[in-house]
């Protein structure tokens, strides 16, 4: 089971109570592992049970969950949430974050057309007069997964380098003198194509993406360096 992680500056979630479909009662759970900047945490059943004793039918896991949908830009999605009543907003895609105005909707089910559950909504930011809710899709989440178990907040690996947009494409624009990056990555026209195999479109997928590995990580970064395509390896730091 993942929900939001419930965790502010100065706050922390030690115990929750979930209400599942189909009753009424409230059942306690035992926290995991929880990772403040995706707003997700991991909690887990003290007895097990099988989807089958919420009403829930088999087959939903795994026909009812878009697993590797993409979430492109411009990808109409539906999200509900329960700020009281129940609330259903209509939006799309905007870089790896949904825009609209949806308060109480973290932790809720993101949807696509096709009524597939594409991501779990985090918490929103306000950009002026908008506000945007930023989403976690299932590929970010089965990466996250297996860091979930151990119970307490998970580490991030650290890069020790910049890297911002320019002319469309992403490059490094900042290497940290002796960090993790150092004589790996060059600021003298790198480009950044992928990490681990995931397309980096814009400056912050490369965030979104390092922000699943741990320290120690080797992480393969594809570049365009010099006109040509190489790959080079990083192993993050604490």
């Known amino acids: ?24 009662e409230f059942e306690e759970v035992q926290l995991l592992g929880d990772s ?17 004793a919420y009403g ?12 590797d949908d993409p979430l492109l830009p411009g990808k109409r999605v539906m999200s509900i949430g329960y700020p009281d009543p129940l609330m259903v907003t209509f939006g799309e895609i905007n870089a790896p974050s949904t825009e609209g ?16 559950i594409v991501a779990l909504n985090g918490r929103g930011e306000r ?5 945007l809710n930023y989403s976690l899709s299932f590929v970010e989440i089965r990466a996250l997964l297996p860091r979930l178990r151990t119970p307490g907040p998970i580490k991030y690996g650290k890069i020790g380098a910049e890297f911002e947009k320019i002319d469309g494409v992403v490059q490094v624009s900042g290497v940290t003198q002796y960090g993790p990056a150092y004589g790996k990555l060059r600021t003298d026209g790198d480009i950044v194509l992928a990490i681990n195999g995931r397309a ?3 400056s912050s997928d490369v965030r979104r993406w390092l922000l699943l590995e741990p320290p120690g990580a080797v992480v393969k970064f594809h570049l365009r360096r010099n006109g040509a395509e190489v790959d080079t390896e990083v192993t993050l730091g604490e």
């Open 1 to 24: 089971i993942l929900f939001p992680s419930g965790e502010m500056p100065g706050l922390t979630l030690e115990k929750a109570e979930i209400q599942l479909y189909g009753h009424t």
């Open 36 to 52: 403040l900047v995706h707003d997700l945490a991991r909690v887990d059943f003290k007895e097990p049970h099988e989807p089958a």
């Open 200 to 202: 980096v479109a814009r």
């Open 56 to 67: 829930v039918p088999a087959h939903l896991a795994k026909e009812g969950i878009g697993l």
């Open 101 to 116: 105005d949806i308060p109480g909707f973290s932790g809720g089910p993101l949807f696509g057309s096709d009524g597939k």
């Open 127 to 131: 950009k002026g007069i908008n506000k």
